[in-house]
């Protein structure tokens, strides 16, 4: 498994793999060529279908500033990825593959790709691991195999997760999509806080916070506006989500909520290695299953539930939305997918309530690593119309 900080990344939205990563890969490919060089960059599979809604366009054209570049989609070839990008100038071509989270790899600029830091690939491996590792805590477990700056980088994660909800409960505006009126969104995450704060405790205010927190983030990624990958940009609201209830709405300190990042990077990274956390690939599940895994997870964490409930909470959490697809309608991380961070947050802390109550009374039988090879099948066998190429689900029905 790869470094947290491989994991929690901080970028513009509305998509880790369709506009982060273009990005990293257009601004490595501009290091390599000569000045004013022209550039072709052809998208492939889910992004060919989704480039303009996901500004995977412009954030090429961004990171190969200076150089022409042309883009085009081929929606025909059948790409050895279904996120691949081939740049081509004069002097160089190079192949890149979006795997999710805004990483790329790369067989022919293999430079790019991340190393494995930690040497387990199962959450099972991970929790064997750690109880025989003599350590007191899961941060100091795994800052055995981070870098020394780990703590203050995940400190970082936590302000930018938080300012976002900061600005997003506070802003109002159009969400910018295309021209089709029966799309036409705007963000809501103010005026939901504020109706939150309308209600009394124990009547849904707790979900409308939870939501509220949670739109601020989806709406700021899908305006273009930077935030945390958690796992995703498309999935980012989920988990800052609960863990800013947490810190504002219970008082629960900044260095645990911290720490609770390690637990649901755990989570995280387990999903990324065994399946995918990209929706293209994996649908839906991919992305908002994990980000509520995680969110599940780092509740479980701050509440000080025993290891094997917090992972209960993770298996919920990812069970339920089993086979959940990915369908953008018209290509923009708009509908279903800010309203689908709200119900993810919610549903992280059911899952929660589930691993503090229910687990002691009835054993679970299914592990987090067996949820996740259940995705992983179940993500293959969905049709390429429900992985994130806008040609089915919502986004059949609601096409202009
Ligand atoms: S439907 Fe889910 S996976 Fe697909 S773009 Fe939206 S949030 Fe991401």
Not at 117 to 139: H, L, Q
Request: glycine fraction near 10%; aromatic fraction near 10%.
């Amino acid at each position: 498994m790869k470094s947290l900080s491989k994991l929690f990344r901080y970028g513009p939205g509305p998509s880790s793999s369709h506009t982060i990563a273009p990005f990293s890969a257009a601004k490595r490919f501009a290091s390599l060529i000569k000045e004013g060089e022209k550039v072709e960059v052809t998208f492939y599979g889910s992004l060919a279908y989704t480039f303009r809604g996901h500004h995977s366009d412009s954030s090429v054209k961004l990171g190969l500033e200076g150089h022409e570049v042309t883009v085009i989609s081929d929606t025909t070839a059948k790409p050895p990825h279904p996120l691949t990008m081939k740049f081509v100038s004069p002097s160089l071509t190079h192949v890149y593959f979006s795997l999710g989270g805004g990483e790329i790899h790369s067989d022919t600029d293999p430079e790019v790709n991340e190393e494995d830091i930690y040497p387990f690939p199962t959450f099972a491996d991970f929790v064997r691991e750690y109880v025989g590792s003599g350590c007191r805590s899961i941060p100091e477990f795994c800052q055995r195999y981070e870098s020394k700056d780990i703590d203050e980088y995940l400190y970082g994660i936590l302000e930018k997760m938080f300012w976002a909800i900061d600005r997003g409960i506070t802003t109002c505006g159009p969400i910018p999509v295309n021209k089709n009126p029966r799309l036409q969104v705007w963000r809501s995450a103010r005026d939901i806080y504020q109706k939150a704060l309308t209600i009394p405790a124990g009547q849904g205010k707790m979900e409308l916070l939870l939501s509220a927190y949670a739109y601020a983030v989806a709406e700021s990624s899908a305006c273009g506006e930077t935030v945390v990958t958690s796992p995703t940009c498309g999935s980012s609201g989920v988990l800052p989500a609960v863990l800013y209830y947490l810190f504002k709405n219970k008082g629960v300190p900044l260095s645990k909520i911290k720490e609770s990042l390690y637990i649901a990077g755990m989570v995280g990274d387990t999903v990324k290695q065994n399946a995918s956390i990209a929706g293209s690939v994996g649908g839906c599940q991919a992305e908002i299953g994990t980000a509520t895994s995680m969110a599940a997870a780092a509740l479980g964490y701050c509440d000080g539930l025993s290891l094997h409930q917090i992972e209960y909470g993770a298996e919920v959490a990812m069970e339920h939305f089993l086979g959940l697809s990915c369908d953008p309608v018209d290509g923009y991380v708009v509908i279903p997918c800010i309203e689908r961070n709200g119900i993810g947050a919610i549903r992280a802390y059911d899952s929660y309530l589930y691993a503090k109550h229910i687990e002691p009374i009835r054993k679970n039988q299914v592990s987090f690593d067996d949820v996740v090879k259940a995705m992983k099948i179940t993500g293959d066998s969905l049709d390429s119309k429900y992985k994130e190429t806008s040609l089915g689900g919502l986004a059949e029905i609601l096409k202009q």
